[in-house]
């Protein structure tokens, strides 16, 4: 089949009447697309709600271990008296 041959072929197919489609089609699309639409917003904001507490559970930790602070030596004295 060459182009001109395939060209045809779409164009045939699309030129086509649409197949008819239920009536009760349409509503039970949109019933499925509003219950995903909420369950995904639902996800969203748990998935919000979880990255905000562990922000605030990181900054909690942070400010009582402070990590970016040196530990104290526990291997020599501290040397004193110079």
Do not use: D, H, K
């Amino acid at each position: 089949m060459n182009r001109a041959e395939r060209e045809a072929a779409v164009r045939r197919i699309m030129e086509r009447a649409a197949a008819p489609v239920p009536p009760e089609l349409y509503a039970e699309a949109v019933r499925r697309g509003e219950r995903r639409l909420r369950r995904l917003r639902l996800a969203r904001r748990v998935l919000w709600l979880l990255a905000c507490a562990a922000a605030v559970a990181f900054a909690v930790w942070a400010a009582g271990a402070r990590p970016w602070a040196e530990p104290p030596s526990q291997t020599t004295p501290p040397v004193t008296g110079w």
